[in-house]
Nanobody, 121 residues
Framework: QLQASGGGLVQAGGSLRLSCVAS????????MGWFRQAPGKSREFVAA???????SYSDSVKGRFTISRDNAKNTVFLQMNSLKPEDTAVYYC?????????????????WGKGTQVTVSS
């Protein structure tokens, strides 16, 4: 139902763009989010998008990452700039019809398989 892509290996300071294509639900009505999980750490919220362009970001990525969505193509994007080694993680796309769940990551309706992002120093 959620298919993420776009991960890879990049040097510090570089950029990557993740994409996540959704199917099986009314995409435009859902809160869409990105989470990440680094080795040995719990999964954490990165960014969320909803409505007519509203968004939220974790403090660690604010100003560097941008979430966007194309409702006509059922796709959400995460543009990641000025990447740092600490951004290295598996990135997961998520979808939920509840604001609190898309921010907390608890009880999420749909999870995509992750895509690996590795930032070398």
């Amino acid at each position: 139902q959620l298919q993420a892509s776009g991960g890879g290996l990049v040097q510090a300071g570089g950029s990557l763009r993740l994409s996540c294509v959704a199917s099986g639900f009314t995409f435009s009505s859902y809160f869409m989010g990105w989470f990440r999980q680094a080795p040995g750490k719990s999964r954490e919220f990165v960014a969320a998008s909803w409505g007519g362009g509203s968004s939220s970001y974790s403090d660690s990525v604010k100003g560097r990452f941008t979430i966007s969505r194309d409702n006509a193509k059922n796709t959400v994007f995460l543009q990641m700039n000025s990447l740092k080694p600490e951004d290295t993680a598996v990135y997961y796309c998520a979808a939920d019809n509840t604001y609190s769940r898309i921010l907390s990551g608890v009880g999420i309706n749909y999870w995509g398989k992750g895509t690996q992002v590795t930032v070398s120093s």
